[in-house]
């Protein structure tokens, strides 16, 4: 019996080269790594690269064509052109493995949205929370620097004397003045320039909550100080908030401020 020329010479090799003689592998057969080398037996490993894209025959078609002398037979190295690999002829894929990986993705995604929440809503009222706790006052033995206000502006109502025009009857003439009285003044307010936002609180101390956070440039009105003179009482009528205290080391005033009158805030409850 003459022996079998087209089996390997070396029975401990799981592997041949392409290139060998007396091959029954067929030539568009390959590892992806290296497509002159497959295995001996069907594996997923074992891809067709005469398909587009490159795919793995499945265990039958392999053992019937691809590792055979069959696989001039094959309809797909017929063809001129490289042709998908119909799906039936596959190798088969674990669900378990697309489904890993779309679970990662979704838990990737989930805590992606999580941090750029985090970072674009809590993250500025805590820098504001920290700068003011931590902010120096005189009683700390320190001071913000002082911010220079610009020029000041002051509204002046007079009022004429109203005189009361006499009647035709022979009565004396009897004129009334009326006493002016000034107008309040008018505190502007601009928060000042900082990288972060500043609270509005629900009274004039850090232990109060916050109520809004405004930000560089917002102008405001005061119509009122605590006994401190550490905190305005101002309001925000485009945010229904219609009483909130800021810290005057976060902004800019135009105006005398000892004409604001000293409110006594709620205790905190």
Known sequence: ????????????????????????????????????????????????FHCKPPAAPNAAYQTRYCLSMNFD?????????????????????DPAVPRAAWLHTAGALGISLLLAFFFILWLPGIISDLMTTFAPTPVSGGNWPTLTPSATSELIATQLPVTITPSPFPTAT???TSV???????????????????????????????????????????????ETDQFFAVRIPNQGISECWLMRTFVNVEGDTDTLPILTPAPTP
């Open 1 to 48: 019996m003459q022996p079998n020329m087209n089996l390997p010479t070396d029975p401990s090799s799981s592997f041949k080269s392409a290139a060998a003689p007396f091959t029954h592998t067929c030539p568009h057969l390959g590892l992806m790594d290296d497509r002159a080398t497959v295995t001996l037996f069907p594996t997923e490993d074992n891809l067709c």
């Open 73 to 93: 037979d094959c309809a797909l190295k017929q063809q001129e052109a490289p042709g998908k690999l119909p799906a039936a002829s596959r190798w088969p894929v």
């Open 174 to 176: 009897k004129t009334v």
């Open 180 to 226: 002016p009285t000034p107008a309040p003044q008018l505190i502007k307010l601009t928060v000042a320039e900082m990288d972060f936002g500043v609270n509005c609180r629900a009274g004039p101390d850090t232990s109060y909550a916050s109520l809004i956070v405004v930000y560089t440039g917002d102008e405001l009105e005061a119509f009122g100080r605590d």
